[in-house]
């Protein structure tokens, strides 16, 4: 792979390709985005976002910044969580940003919306206590930019959480492949109406760092503190950082 090449999945493409892909696979699955996440995780994933937000630990007056926030279920459970915080809700995606958005006005939520590039933060330094991103980070194309931007934007003693497919214990790493590679596009076809984008996000999985790399990594966009949590036998990881 050349410099000016990254993973689209398994595939090589240029860097400036990848965020169309990966526009055109949000585009698609939008519409049964959380009805997928749903069947996929045996409605798990909103455990791990609930255990997310309990590790925010939110006060009143806390300004968060959730990326990556597709239909916006840990934006809105944020805002629940506690009075007086204040949850901005930002995506790449229009698609996914306007059901994020419409999802948080059904339940009677107004949170700032912003579409942006968490390459490239329209945010001040040191603008908020919390920054979280779930299930978003192995899609962006140049991770070690949107850390160091997440790092930016949060506030001394602030903190990063990053929520994201990990590797799995070892013993299940057969299984795991099974039903991601074939249960997963096979629901994919079924409900949405498309494989293939079901394909690339399993492939995303096995491309994206493992829990140790992206602590490292982390690490190297000045974060400090760092650990991380696996849930799921490592399926999933929580990551955690601060900056000093």
């Known amino acids: 792979m050349t410099d000016r090449s990254t993973h689209f999945g398994y595939r090589a493409v240029p860097e400036e390709e990848k965020a169309g892909r990966v526009r055109e696979v949000f585009d698609s699955v939008a519409p049964r985005y959380d009805l997928m996440n749903d069947l996929m995780s045996g409605g798990l994933h909103r455990l791990w976002k609930r255990f997310t937000v309990?590790?925010?630990g939110l006060r009143?007056?806390?300004r968060v910044l959730d990326l990556a926030t597709g239909s916006a279920d840990l934006a809105r459970a944020m805002a629940a969580e506690r009075q007086g915080v204040e949850v901005w809700m930002t995506d790449?995606?229009?698609?996914?940003?306007t059901v994020g958005r419409d999802r948080a006005?059904?339940?009677?939520?107004?949170?700032?919306?912003?579409q942006c590039d968490a390459e490239n933060l329209p945010f001040p330094d040191r603008h908020f206590d919390r920054v979280t991103v779930a299930f978003g980070l192995r899609n962006m194309t140049h991770k070690d930019a949107a850390l160091a931007e997440m790092r930016r934007v949060?506030?001394?003693g602030g903190r990063l959480l990053v929520l994201e497919f990990s590797r799995v214990w070892k013993p299940l790493a057969g299984a795991y492949d099974a039903f991601s590679f074939g249960v997963i596009p096979a629901l994919g076809a079924l409900v949405a109406r498309d494989s293939a984008s079901y394909r690339y996000l399993a492939e995303s999985i096995r491309v994206h760092p493992d829990q140790q790399t992206l602590a490292e990594m982390m690490t190297a966009a000045g974060l400090r503190r760092v650990r991380w949590f696996n849930l799921a036998a490592g399926v999933v990881a929580l990551?955690?950082?601060v900056r000093f």
């Open 54 to 56: 309990r590790q925010a």
């Open 60 to 62: 009143p007056g806390m």
């Open 154 to 156: 949060l506030v001394p």
């Open 92 to 97: 790449i995606n229009a698609a996914m940003l």
């Open 105 to 114: 006005i059904d339940a009677g939520m107004l949170l700032p919306v912003v």
């Open 239 to 241: 990551h955690e950082g």
